[in-house]
């Protein structure tokens, strides 16, 4: 197709477009007077004629007007009865009055297919820019359709045929709404509504495709007047969000199983709890009667009790008195366990300090030689830190106690980026680092009772402080050569 | 000489209740001892009601007072006592098995005067309840309106 030609009227300047209708008009008077020199018979008529035509379709109706008024004076003028004057003789009146209706019929018909001409310029114009627009609506990845007011297909793009399968010859004069057996989020009246008030209307909408599969769609619509404001058109964008609707379920799901968990996990925790505050309780009270019953009868029945007597007397108040350390131990170590940590700056130097004069308590004079050096702040609970230290340094203590002179000594170092490892080594009895995971573990002991008391829990209670600190605890050993206990707590 | 408060023991575990007596009498605290088995009769007392509507209106110059009881249970009696105008100023030593954190807290919160875990071990036991009497019905000035007897 030829580019659509723009009319005269728009590109050629007024003097040119008159001039052109003062020269034509003149160059044709010319040829006609010089035809007639050679005595061709009336030559002015038709080519007088001419001139107007052409420049009526050259230069439009204005510089047409003005060679109608020119070529009418100078057929007058020149070719009618009496010659040069204005004056038409008689005879002359009906060419005259012939001659001026020509032109003008002339100038009528030129100046009409002036106007179709232009006429059909616009209209290829705009069909050539729809033709464009409708391409590049083809050529993005979203779905978009345009349907009527009765809901019927009258543009379907490429997006729209990748996403639901149908191309747009089976798809144009359909009713959109059925062929994709959409299901609405509202009532139809209540989106037209919203849709009429403001022009636009956005939702998610479940879709069907050609082969029967379901898609969601994130969908935008926007209304369509034509000039007198008549609701003519909606256009209607979908972006398939299938797939993210899927996800967003999926963590939905994940979501409620995690609460589902934490409430399972909640509960079992609030039944620990009533499980420990029964144990301290109601498993305590009958170990103090027991307790303080074998006492009173100690001493009520002492001068009728023979040694062997005595004795067994002795094993029961050792073993209550034993089974309420176990109690308390359980139960600091569950407590340990469930208690919220309250993390501050704590001075290590200043509670090693506290720790060593309740340590020192139980010492009885005896020989120790303490090589504290200093010790570096940390950030955790303090109190839970106390706990630890407590039985990491009567730990060294009772381990050394055969020793005449115990050795026990505390220090730190830089650990890994951000924490602060301790030690804390005695020359003691030391341990079989074969049975060093045991160490850690509760009611493990690597020692007899009748050696060295104790409930087997406290090193469990210090590494589950530890890990509740994020650090932690190792140990090195060698039987009768002394144990190293380390632990990494975060710097402060 | 020395003027002797009037405790009341609120403990329904009569082994808890003779063990605390024996410890009393071993240093000759029990005479003006006055034991409740609930905190239904705890407060009976307190108030002079039911069985104790006879009684002299003064109050004791120190109540130890078990956490786990029948009916009432002790925090229920504690925040009584300490919410009543006329209660509230005198000496509530909590004495329980419980070694728990929340009930320290609560009854801490609740204005108890102290809190005492009964020692497993009798010595422990025997100290613990001496102390807690010489110091509260003989060394502490008890508020004006509690009972106080020479002895």
């Known amino acids: ?492 | 000489m020395n003027e002797l408060g009037r405790i009341l023991i609120v403990e329904d575990d009569p082994k808890d209740v003779e063990l605390t007596l024996t410890a009393l009498e071993e240093y000759n605290l029990a005479n003006e001892v006055v034991v409740t088995r609930d905190g239904e009769e705890a407060l009976d007392y307190l108030y002079c009601r039911g069985s104790f509507k006879m009684r002299g209106g003064e109050n004791p110059a120190v109540v130890l007072l078990d956490l786990k009881l029948p009916k009432v249970d002790g925090l229920e009696v504690l925040q009584q006592i300490k919410s009543d105008e006329k209660l509230k100023f005198m000496p509530v030593v909590v004495l329980t098995s419980s070694r728990e954190e929340k009930d320290m807290v609560t009854s801490y919160k609740l204005g108890v005067n102290a809190y005492v875990v009964k020692p497993v071990d009798f010595h422990d036991f025997v100290n613990a309840i001496k102390e807690l009497g010489v110091f509260w019905a003989v060394i502490n000035e008890p508020p004006p309106g509690s009972l106080r007897k020479g002895r």
């Not at chain 1, 050529?139 to 149908?166: C, K, P, S």
């Not at chain 1, 001068?303 to 139960?331: C, H, N, P, Q």
Request: net charge neutral.
């Open chain 1, 1 to 492: 197709m030829s580019k659509p030609e723009i009319s005269s009227e728009r590109v050629i300047s007024p003097v040119l477009r008159y001039g052109l209708a003062v020269l034509s008009v003149g160059a044709t008077l010319a040829l006609a007077l010089l035809a007639q020199s050679y005595s061709a018979h009336n030559p002015e008529f038709p080519m007088l004629l001419i001139a107007i035509a052409i420049t009526i379709w050259y230069a439009g109706t204005g510089p047409g007007v003005l060679s109608v008024i020119l070529a009418s004076t100078a057929f007058n003028y020149f070719f009618t009865e009496p010659r040069y004057t204005l004056y038409i003789g008689p005879s002359d009146r009906l060419d005259f009055v012939l001659f001026v209706v020509f032109a003008l019929l002339i100038g009528w018909f030129a100046a009409r297919r002036q106007e179709l001409q232009t006429i059909r310029d616009r209209l290829q114009i705009e069909v050539a820019e729809r033709t464009q627009q409708a391409s590049l609506l083809n050529l993005t990845h979203d779905t978009i359709f345009v349907r009527d007011m009765n809901d019927i297909i009258i543009y379907w793009n490429r997006g729209a045929q990748e996403l639901y399968g149908w191309t747009p010859e089976a798809a144009i004069g359909k009713r959109a709404h059925e062929l994709l057996h959409t299901v609405f989020p509202l009532s139809a009246g209540e989106i037209r509504a919203e849709l009429l008030r403001s022009g636009r209307w956005d939702g998610e909408l479940q879709t069907t495709k050609t082969d029967g599969t379901e898609v969601i769609v994130s969908s935008r619509w926007s209304l369509r007047r034509d000039e007198q404001q008549r609701a003519v058109a909606i256009l209607e964008t979908n972006n398939d969000i299938t797939e993210r609707k899927k996800n967003e379920e999926r963590i939905q799901k994940l979501n409620q199983d995690l609460e589902r968990r934490s409430a399972e996990l909640e509960a079992t925790n609030k039944e620990l709890e009533a499980f420990s505050y029964s144990i301290s309780h109601d498993l305590r009270a009958p170990l103090r009667h027991m307790a303080g019953y074998a006492e009173l009868l100690q001493k009520h029945a002492s001068s009728v009790l023979d040694e062997k007597g005595r004795r067994y007397m002795e094993t029961i108040l050792e073993s209550a008195k034993r089974m309420g350390e176990l109690i308390d131990d359980l139960l600091t170590f569950s407590r340990i366990g469930r208690a919220e940590t309250q993390k501050t700056v704590v001075s290590l130097d200043q509670l090693v300090r506290e720790v060593l004069t309740e340590v020192q308590q139980d010492t009885n004079g005896r020989k120790i030689n303490w090589r504290i050096g200093a010790l570096a702040n940390v950030y955790g609970d303090r109190s839970m830190l106390r706990v630890a230290l407590v039985n990491l340094l009567s730990n060294a203590v009772k381990f050394t106690r055969k020793r005449s002179q115990a050795e026990i000594e505390m220090g730190c170092s830089n650990g890994k980026q951000d924490e602060v490892i301790f030690f804390i080594k005695d020359n003691g009895v030391g341990f079989d680092i074969r049975y060093v995971n045991k160490l850690f573990r509760v009611f493990q002991r690597l020692h007899r009772a009748e050696d060295f008391d104790g409930t087997g829990i406290g090193l469990a209670t210090v590494q589950r402080i530890i890990q509740r600190h994020g650090g932690r605890i190792w140990a090195e050993g060698e039987v009768e050569r002394g144990a190293t206990f380390y632990f990494s707590v975060p710097k402060s």
